[in-house]
């Protein structure tokens, strides 16, 4: 292997494991919610699908338009997040089982939008750049996956130790999160 590409494998897990985080931290707060195991791998399966969709359709797009989704990419991210972390909270107040969104369906598809429409930015940039789409939609999936899994597990352990306020816990670290997308500072 060159040293080139040595690099750029380096450079694209540094990518990967950064553009996860913001599904762990994520999934941290949606793991608050009573989940079954097998929620979870299905939860950490799709988000990292749609991180592998998301930096592919950007690398096809190229640098068209790149500035101004770069930063229209942050904003509706972090308005999905706040939308549904105001949802966890409203619900943990309510005493019904059911909930208005949930990480199954048409909320993990919110979720899963939300935490990978940056990777779609970066997509962009790298497309850019000539990375190798392969390594790099591989990298950003299985980054995005093992680190969504481990945000919810940890999420599910500190939901049995916080009982019923681990959702409003949840929904406060998405809004904040939300928020610090919405409101950099």
């Given amino acids: 292997m060159s040293d080139l590409f040595i690099g750029e494998l380096i450079t694209l897990s540094i990518m990967a494991f950064a553009l996860g985080m913001d599904a762990f931290s994520v999934g941290l707060g949606m793991g608050m919610v009573k989940l079954r195991k097998k929620q ?9 699908l749609f991180h592998v969709i998301m ?8 640098n068209m338009l790149s500035g101004l989704l770069g930063v ?20 943990s107040f309510k005493q019904s089982e059911e909930r208005f969104m949930s990480p199954a369906g048409p909320g993990l598809l919110l979720f899963a939008i939300g935490v990978s429409l940056d990777s ?3 997509g962009l ?3 850019i750049y000539g990375s190798h789409p392969l390594l790099t939609i591989t990298l950003f999936g299985l980054f ?6 481990l945000g919810l597990l940890v999420g599910k352990q500190v939901q049995s130790w916080l009982g019923t306020y681990s959702e409003a816990l949840g929904g406060i670290i998405l809004i ?8 950099p500072i």
């Fill in 176 to 183: 904040v999160f939300g928020l610090k997308l919405l409101l």
């Fill in 40 to 48: 979870i791998f299905y939860i950490g399966f799709i988000i990292g």
């Fill in 120 to 122: 779609f930015s970066v």
């Fill in 144 to 149: 995005s996956m093992m680190l969504t899994w």
């Fill in 55 to 62: 930096p592919l359709a950007g690398m096809a797009a190229g």
């Fill in 72 to 91: 229209l990419a942050v904003y509706i991210g972090g308005a999905l997040l706040f939308v549904l972390g105001v949802q966890m909270l409203m619900a």
């Fill in 125 to 127: 940039s790298l497309g």
